[in-house]
Structures are given as C-alpha cells and as structure tokens.
C-alpha cells in the first residue's frame, strides 16, 4: 500500500475493525456485480470508493432517460448507452485504481459459471427471478458469498448467502424457484428512488464486511424495509435441508 492509498482510504484505516490489513484486503478483492441499474449504481460506486481491486460489472441492458431518477451510475449524457460500459466510464472517474471490467451481457450458462468462480463474492443487484435463481446456484456450485438484494414500490429487502458454510441456507431455500411466481417490475409498478439507494449501499456494506473479516453479516437473516413508514424487519430463516439446489453440500 503507497502514501496515496494511506491517504484515500484514511476514514476506513482509522477503524480499528478493518485498518490496514481489512484495507489491503480490498485491494486485493475481486467482485461481481450482477446488474448495473438502482441496486447496483450505489452498490458499484461504494466499492470501487472503498478500493475493491477488481470489480466486474454484467448488464446486457441501456442506459434509458426513465432510469436516471434512481440510477446514479449514469447521466443523462450517456443515455443510450450499454450500462456496463456507461459504469465503467463512472467507476474509473471515482477512483481510477480500481480494475472495472464491463460485461455488456446477461451472464448465463459458462459465462455466468466463469464470472462467478473468477471473485470473491457476488452481489445480485438484478431485477428477475430467472437470473437471481441461476446466480444463486452459480454460487453454490463454486462456493461464493452472495449478496442479494432488491427492492419495488416502497419496499426493499437484503440478505447473505454464504456459501462458504455447509449449513446457509441458500436463495433458493427462502424463495423456492417457481414458474407461477409473480414478478412486478420498476417499470409498471414504480419505486422510491432513494430505496434502491439504501438496500444497494447496504449490499455493499455487506461485501466489504465479509470481504475483510468484519463484524456479523446478514447471513441467515433477511432486513426488510417499509419506506413508507421506515421501519425494518429482521426474518430468521434456515437452511433447507431438502432444497434441490445445495442439499448436496456437507
């Protein structure tokens, strides 16, 4: 670490659960984010300030006029253009020391299986079922953190899935694949822009605890968020011992 790291990460070196050593960790930390739009603008912009070394950001969608009242990676320049490449040029503006790959695609089969064994940890900050459920088993066949997070209307929620541990219960475990599943969408239901702001910076807070070793994650536990009124929920949940997705682990 040079005297311009020691300078840029000062406020996180002071604290003496993460310091140099949690710092130097970052460095070093490859992530995945999956989604680029309102979980991911915040998600992306607080690890890359905190210095993650490598951050691949996966999106196969645009940058459109409607996106920009909660999607802070983007301006209004840049509509039009792929929203990887668009955070890439924003992430690099923030801190240049920081690696971004853009991935202008929706990961899926060998290319999701490589992205996810080639980091550290995975944040879904997607907006379907269908890529939430394959990133999911992606992180259980490799064994990788996932954080996920997501958020409609006035409400947002964010859990952990360590999949480090034989017994976390993985997303599959708390939202069982289903076809018959309803999936509203930002587009037709709306959503409270700074929503999407709180549940993405608290996917990153959770990356860089699990990625220095600090504190407690939200494994295990799923914080949901009633914007209207403000107040959390904190839900308990376990593994599955029958779910057909990592009841093979241990």
């Not at 006035?154 to 952990?160: E, I, L, R, Y």
Request: with cysteine.
């Amino acid at each position: 670490m040079d005297d311009g790291h020691l300078l840029r990460y000062a406020r996180h070196i002071l604290l003496d659960e993460l310091g140099i050593e949690g710092q130097e960790r970052l460095l070093a930390s490859r992530v995945l984010i999956v989604g680029a739009g309102g979980l991911g603008s915040p998600a992306a912009y607080y690890l890359a300030a905190a210095g993650v070394g490598q951050l691949v950001l996966a999106d196969d969608d645009e940058v459109e006029l409607s996106n920009l009242q909660r999607q802070i990676l983007h301006t209004t320049a840049r509509v039009g253009w792929p929203k990887a490449e668009s955070g890439k040029l924003a992430l690099a503006e923030l801190n240049p020391g920081v690696r971004v790959q853009a991935r202008v695609q929706r990961l899926l089969g060998p290319d999701l299986d490589d992205a996810v064994a080639g980091v550290d940890i995975v944040l879904d900050c997607c907006d379907n079922f269908a890529t939430r459920h394959a990133v999911n088993r992606a992180c259980v066949k490799y064994r990788k953190p996932l954080v996920s997070g997501a958020a409609i209307r006035f409400a947002g929620q964010v859990s952990v899935f360590d999949m480090r541990s034989d017994d976390a219960p993985c997303y599959h475990c708390l939202f069982p694949e289903a076809d018959e599943a309803e999936e509203l969408s930002c587009a037709t239901t709306g959503v409270l822009g700074p929503l999407v702001g709180i549940i993405g910076s608290m996917q990153a807070a959770e990356a860089i605890k699990i990625l220095t070793g600090m504190g407690e994650s939200l494994a295990g536990r799923l914080l949901c968020l009633d914007a209207l009124t403000m107040q959390w929920n904190n839900v308990r949940f376990r593994r599955d011992p029958q779910c057909p997705v990592c009841s093979h682990r241990g």
